[in-house]
């Protein structure tokens, strides 16, 4: 099938190179002449596993790049728009990138299309992108408008693709559903993961994947609710958190207690700072606006949100009680991405921490494996970015992990402790066991867990031998 993807960001990006591996030719358009321009000459813009494999094995092949929408949709028989959707400042979705590649398809529909909304996209917009699209004279059997939700994560963006726990369909008729199911059929008649150059399964990959086909309108439920229902659980995990801290219980091994119930599940329930990232603040903000505007009033994602917010705020408050006053203190800071894997800072509860900190009058070295680049962008030069956790660590009044890169869960302790100047550890992401981190001789605070304070004050034995 010949297919245009609309939108080179993080999904169409990943889509687009991800449909061209299962065989599909397929054009990726953006408007953004200087993305094209880096895409072309071999700027991978975004950290993504597998993807500069896909690209170098696609590119210029079976993935062309372009800026004329009209010309892609006048060969393709399906148009993915994978274009953002941020929020406005009352938080519903602002639609107006989708409604404009929704003007630019219609003058060029000269065949029966399927225009595919693969953006996340509030509960209706198919019925809109329709009526736009008939307002803009196509005739109305010339095309059909589907919803196919992408429920890939940052950092494992190809592998999520392409071995996705299900692959969900919303279309109204027949004829749409047909093109789809076509679209996915290496992966749903198993053909593409008997490739030998496949991408390789990620553990507990379902093969091949379900596909269900739903209406349009539950379809853009589904990614709604998935992804208010994931905020949830991180929410409830954190409020759960800070009762463990104060009873003096253990959240960790509180998590597997429930996680271990298979009703429940134990993915996704992580106490730390909170979610972030361009999906769930914004999505949760708009789907809470469209059950508004349908008449109800969803109150429990506004405690899902508040609670986020709340769990930035208990974590500022464990740095101050950590440091008492803060204004000249140095920090070093683990991690600015808003997740490990991914150079996304987009909502970074890691930013929106250091920035906090920063208006308190501390001075911040921050490292991070990917997104320094970005973060520069955001944080200016006030901010030292350095290129290794030890340097970041280097002479600081304590030291906060912020982001779950794996690399930060694998220290070599002894050389961290020596590096700061005194040995404390404020851990947003609980990747260390606090009687280990004790016994190393590190004052550690964590969430959800009881402070952790060494036996012996090892750095001041250290120092008094001259050795730090
Ligand atoms: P993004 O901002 O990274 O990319 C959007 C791209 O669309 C940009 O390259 C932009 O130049 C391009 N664009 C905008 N208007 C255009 C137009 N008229 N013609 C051609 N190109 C145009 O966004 P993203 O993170 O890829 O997200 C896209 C959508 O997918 C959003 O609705 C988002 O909620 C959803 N989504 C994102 C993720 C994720 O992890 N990032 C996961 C699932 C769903």
Request: hydrophobic share 40%; glycine share 8%; aromatic share 8%.
């Amino acid at each position: 099938m010949q297919l245009t993807v609309v939108g080179s960001g993080y999904v169409g990006l990943v889509a687009g190179a991800c449909f061209a591996d299962l065989g599909h030719p397929v054009i990726l358009v953006d408007n953004d002449q200087t993305k094209l321009g880096a895409l072309r000459s071999g700027v991978i813009p975004i950290h993504e596993k597998f993807l500069p494999e896909l690209l170098r094995r696609h590119l210029g092949h079976n993935l062309t790049l372009s800026d004329d929408l009209a010309a892609a949709v006048g060969k393709s028989d399906a148009i993915f728009v994978a274009v953002g959707t941020p929020p406005t400042g009352t938080g519903e979705a602002d639609l107006s990138y989708v409604e404009s590649v929704a003007r630019g398809i219609s003058g060029a529909i000269n065949d029966y299309k399927v225009i595919v909304e693969k953006s996340t996209v509030p509960v209706y917009t198919s019925d809109w992108v329709r009526k736009i699209i008939l307002r803009n004279a196509a005739a109305p059997d010339s095309f059909d408008v589907a919803s196919n939700p992408e429920f890939l994560r940052e950092g494992t963006a190809v592998a999520d693709f392409l071995y996705p726990d299900r692959i969900v369909v919303g279309a109204d008729t027949p004829r749409c559903a047909r093109v789809l199911r076509e679209v996915y059929a290496p992966m749903t008649d198993g053909s593409y993961y008997r490739k030998e150059d496949a991408i390789p399964a990620p553990n507990g990959a379902q093969i091949p994947p379900p596909l269900i086909t739903t209406s349009a309108k539950s379809a853009e439920l589904i990614k709604h609710a998935s992804n208010a229902f994931l905020a949830m659980k991180i929410s409830f995990v954190n409020a759960v958190a800070s009762v463990c801290e104060s009873v003096g219980a253990n959240v960790q091994e509180v998590c597997k207690g429930i996680g271990t119930d298979s009703r429940i599940g134990s993915r996704f329930l992580n106490p730390g700072i909170g979610y972030g990232g361009s999906c769930f603040p914004k999505d949760l903000m708009a789907f809470r606006a469209v059950a508004r505007e349908c008449g109800y009033d969803f109150q429990l994602l506004d405690e899902v949100m508040r609670i986020n917010d709340d769990q930035r705020q208990r974590f500022l408050r464990k740095v101050r009680s950590a440091l008492w006053t803060l204004p000249g203190k140095r920090l070093g800071v683990l991690g600015l991405a808003f997740k490990g894997g991914t150079d996304d800072i987009r909502e970074s509860p890691a930013i929106l921490l250091v920035q906090a900190l920063q208006q308190e009058g501390c001075r911040i070295v921050a490292h991070d494996p990917a997104a320094m680049a970005r973060a520069r962008e955001v944080l200016g030069s006030k901010v030292e970015l350095v290129d290794s956790p030890y340097e970041a660590a280097s002479g600081a009044d304590a030291l906060l992990i912020l982001t779950e890169w794996e690399e930060f869960a694998d220290l070599d302790l002894d050389r961290l402790r020596k590096q700061l100047k005194y040995p404390i550890v404020i851990d947003g992401r609980n990747l260390y066991d606090p009687d280990e981190m004790a016994a190393q001789g590190f004052t550690y605070y964590s969430v959800g867990r009881t402070a952790a304070t060494p036996a012996a004050p090892i750095k001041a034995a250290e120092a008094a031998a001259g050795r730090s």
